[in-house]
């Protein structure tokens, strides 16, 4: 399972780091992405990371802003959110997913709120 931590209210232009701990899977195999989902809207892909290369994929939209991790030993990934503004407002979900055979983890959602 993924367990995720962190969220809440933030100003706008602020930071925030949301953590995801994961268990029950060797996490070290599985890609892990982060999502959001807005009032009203369809859960969108925001940021990923490839296994192999570490390389990171991310919506433009956070493009600079957004930047995500993570520590095997610790079975964590994180978001760290910087300069956030309120269209970031959402929920939000890590994700983990194993490209051998699709098998996929999801966190609870993390609320973020940026507002003033």
């Known amino acids: 399972q993924l367990v995720q931590s962190g969220g809440g209210l933030v100003q706008p232009g602020g930071s925030l780091r949301l953590s995801c701990l994961a268990s029950?899977?060797?996490?070290?195999?599985?890609?892990v992405s982060w999502f959001r989902q807005a009032p009203g809207m369809e859960r969108e892909f925001v940021i990923g990371?490839?296994?192999?290369?570490?390389?990171?994929h991310y919506t433009d939209s956070v493009s600079g802003r957004f930047t995500i991790s993570r520590d095997d030993a610790k079975t964590t990934a994180y978001l760290d959110m910087n300069n956030v503004k309120p269209e970031d407002t959402a929920v939000y979900y890590c994700?983990?997913?194993?490209?051998?055979?699709?098998?996929?983890?999801w966190g609870q959602g993390s609320q973020v709120t940026v507002s003033s």
């Open positions: 994700q983990a997913r194993n490209l051998n055979d699709g098998g996929q983890y």
């Open positions: 029950g899977f060797t996490f070290s195999s599985y890609v």
């Open positions: 990371m490839d296994l192999s290369t570490r390389n990171t």
